[in-house]
């Protein structure tokens, strides 16, 4: 995650805080529903590059995304899902190691006890297998 430091000298600095926060939540929005469409249209019309682009876009929206947001763990699967596609077609490791690292950073969501850790184990294991089963 990545942390901004800012030091405010406006009179109204919380309202512009806030502003500058929901314009970066709004703009991580909307980069992961263009990469989910992107992906979507790579699943009908096989086009490599839609594919390239949604895990560009998909990768921003995570970096612009605050580690707190209640759709965090859906992003991340996603972006898994996006990255093992790729992985299934370029064979480039470095896609399963950074699907395996994005799972373990979204088990980090649930601690134990937590009704969602079961599923997030799950896919984490999943992950694993499939990757690899290729090599």
Known sequence: M???L???HWQDS???????LKERSDRSSTLNNLATQLFSRFDHRG????????IAFH???LALRPG??????????????QLSTRLHHSGNVKDSDEAIALQRERLKL??????????????L??????DGCMF
Do not use: C
């Open 110 to 123: 649930y601690p134990v006890g937590h009704p969602d850790r079961s599923m997030s184990l799950i896919d």
């Open 2 to 4: 990545i942390l901004i």
């Open 14 to 20: 919380d309202a512009t805080a806030m502003h500058i």
């Open 125 to 130: 294991a999943n992950q694993r297998q499939k």
């Open 59 to 61: 990768r921003e929206a």
């Open 47 to 54: 086009s490599y590059e839609d594919l390239l682009q949604a």
């Open 68 to 81: 707190d947001q209640p759709d965090l763990s859906s992003s991340l699967n996603h972006f898994v899902v």
């Open 6 to 8: 800012v030091h405010w």
